[in-house]
């Protein structure tokens, strides 16, 4: 089983800068796709950013220019550096990794971290 721990997050004032990381551990054979996503209050969840094994990298529309996700493929951890933070980028973020383990193919949440940017 791979797990995902999350870490940063907080509360931040608008025009700040935030930065997570996730890491996977368990016996991890291959890691694919990494992505964060966040969920907002009353929202679904949605795609933030995500990042291929090669690092080609894809971002929401409304976070290009301010976000950036980046991966350590020796460390499996994936990380997003956030700035000139926004009230609305205010939710839980989510990281999300999948691959193969030696128990076959997965699809690994993290646990969740609140960000929030209020004044």
């Known amino acids: 089983q791979v797990r995902l721990v999350e870490s940063g997050g907080g509360l931040v004032q608008p025009g700040g800068s935030l930065s997570l990381s996730c890491a996977a551990s368990g016996v991890v054979l291959s890691i694919n796709g990494m992505g964060w996503y966040r969920q907002a209050p009353g929202k679904q969840r949605e795609l933030v950013a995500d990042?291929?094994?090669?690092?080609?990298?894809n971002y929401a529309d409304s976070v290009k220019g301010r976000f950036t996700i980046s991966r350590d493929n020796v460390k499996n951890t994936v990380y997003l550096q956030m700035n000139i933070l926004k009230p609305e980028d205010t939710a839980v973020y989510y990281c999300?990794?999948?691959?193969?383990?030696?128990?076959?193919?997965?699809?690994?949440w993290g646990q969740g971290t609140q960000v929030t940017v209020s004044s």
């Open positions: 990042i291929t094994p090669d690092g080609r990298t």
């Open positions: 999300n990794m999948n691959g193969y383990s030696f128990s076959g193919k997965y699809d690994s």
